[in-house]
């Protein structure tokens, strides 16, 4: 995305041994000629004072507990992935000629091969002899072959029961008679907060049943960096490859977090550890279930956080919420009177803090339940009323849908300056962000165009270009100035 949009859319080792020394200190005789030699076996005073030996001998005990607790419940997740390639095309060469006779193999089909991986996972229901592992998408989702190892020892043959790439979970299971086999208890990730304890669990690098210990580093990180809707919580506990799908425990011994990501140059742990809250999941745990995948509630809109600078020109200044830059036609939220430019401050009464939340939220909405938004258009707090639907990978993908295709952006000095627009009496909004097969592509419209005009109305700033977008009802066209001069684009009809 160009420099002026990015302006204003916010998206074991070696021991060396000197046995002189270590012989004198090994005597079994001791040496008594002074009074002021003393042994280390001899001392009975601790330089810890008794009081703060009980806190720290009670904060020890507390970790074995939670250790002796969750540990059973924590498994390592053996997988085998078929990964399929085309074959080389330099195997269709005569390399008989060079003693290589290639025997006749016939190269033009793709080939398979097995690779293997390790991850973590936690134990979350037994339904009779069935029982359910909690793990990463990216660990189980592809997997051909799953095997589940307790700490034990014991291994069963697991089977995918269903996985989501969007939340990055999936939730394996194996089959067990034996009902000492522990099933750990899910906390609440929305009590937890910055500077709580937490430990780590898991195989890190196929090391089964390793505890670390930390601190709840930040919570409500965004995830958008790993394609993943979820809010993660931060915490500086060791993480590393292999403990992804393992839990993250509070002191309570209850899982607030599932282990996924980290942030490494080295690729290894420097105390940026990142987990997905519980809460997140807990819903998707009955929907694999029940159905083998997430359902998710779908709206149709496309959100984008936006600056300070954008929200004036918008005329919602310091509101927090969601901007609704797209609208899906034909999708709820056009039913229910959403439209392109209204800026989203509330869900069901609850504020909405930015897009990662609204997404989240939108997202555990039932389809067929009816959500009532609070959005501000230009000035004014309008009220609506949606029913939301289930969301299908196939419509929301559909640019063809998608109202009107592009992103307006406000002619600011900045704007105008990356445009190099000279003539300072052109006013209306900047064209950004066309989306192929779109409504805007079938106009002709180019990033990087000014919109003037809407159906013949002329536009000056950016609240007056969405005012005119949401009368357009039946057909649409605009006046784009463009190189120097105006043109009319043809005209869309809805």
Request: one cysteine or more.
């Amino acid at each position: 995305m160009k420099l002026w949009t990015k302006r204003i859319i916010g998206i074991a080792g070696a021991a060396v041994v000197t046995f002189a020394i270590v012989s004198l200190s090994c005597r079994k005789t001791p040496v008594t000629g002074t009074a002021d030699t003393a042994f280390a076996e001899t001392r009975k005073d601790s330089p810890i004072p008794a009081d703060s030996l009980k806190v720290m001998q009670a904060m020890q005990d507390s970790f074995r507990a939670i250790s002796d607790e969750l540990l059973p419940s924590v498994v390592e997740v053996d997988v085998t992935e078929t990964k399929t390639v085309q074959a080389n095309p330099l195997d269709d060469l005569p390399f008989y000629f060079f003693g290589m006779p290639n025997q006749g193999n016939d190269n033009n089909q793709p080939r398979q091969y097995e690779q293997k991986g390790l991850g973590s996972g936690v134990i979350v229901r037994r339904t009779g002899n069935t029982i359910y592992v909690l793990t990463n998408n990216h660990v189980a989702g592809d997997a051909s072959k799953i095997s589940i190892k307790l700490n034990d020892g014991r291994e069963f043959d697991g089977k995918l029961v269903g996985a989501d790439s969007r939340m990055d979970v999936a939730l394996v299971s194996f089959e067990s008679g034996d009902k000492s086999i522990p099933v750990a208890k899910l906390g609440d990730s929305d009590q937890v907060h910055t500077g709580d304890i937490c430990f780590a669990m898991g195989a890190p690098l196929g090391y089964s049943q390793s505890v670390t210990q930390g601190i709840i580093s930040a919570t409500g990180r965004s995830g958008n960096d790993i394609g993943s809707i979820s809010d993660f919580i931060q915490t500086d506990a060791a993480i590393n490859q292999g403990n992804s799908g393992g839990p993250l425990i509070n002191i309570y011994g209850e899982v607030i977090g599932i282990d996924t990501w980290i942030a490494s140059q080295s690729g290894g742990s420097q105390g940026l550890g990142f987990a997905i809250p519980i809460n997140n999941i807990k819903n998707a745990i009955d929907d694999f279930i029940r159905k083998g995948k997430i359902t998710y509630g779908w709206l149709g809109v496309s959100l984008v956080d936006i600056t300070g600078e954008y929200k004036d020109a918008l005329g919602v200044k310091d509101a927090t919420g969601a901007f609704a830059s797209q609208i899906f036609i034909g999708s709820p939220a056009e039913k229910g009177g959403i439209q392109p430019g209204d800026f989203i401050v509330s869900l069901n009464g609850k504020p909405v803090k930015s897009v990662n939340q609204l997404v989240r939220d939108v997202g555990n909405l039932e389809a067929g339940t009816t959500a009532t938004f609070d959005v501000l258009r230009g000035d004014q707090k309008v009220g609506l009323t949606v029913k939301i639907e289930e969301r299908s990978e196939k419509i929301s993908a559909d640019n063809g849908k998608l109202w009107p295709g592009f992103i307006a952006v406000p002619l600011t000095d900045d704007t105008r300056k990356e445009l190099k627009l000279d003539d300072d009496k052109v006013r209306g909004v900047a064209v950004t962000g066309v989306q192929e097969k779109s409504p805007a592509a079938a106009l002709r419209l180019q990033n990087g165009d000014i919109i003037t005009a809407v159906n013949g109305k002329t536009v000056k700033s950016l609240g007056e270009f969405y005012e005119e977008l949401g009368k357009s009802k039946k057909s649409i066209n605009f006046d784009v100035y463009s190189n120097g001069g105006t043109i009319t684009t043809g005209t869309y009809k809805f």
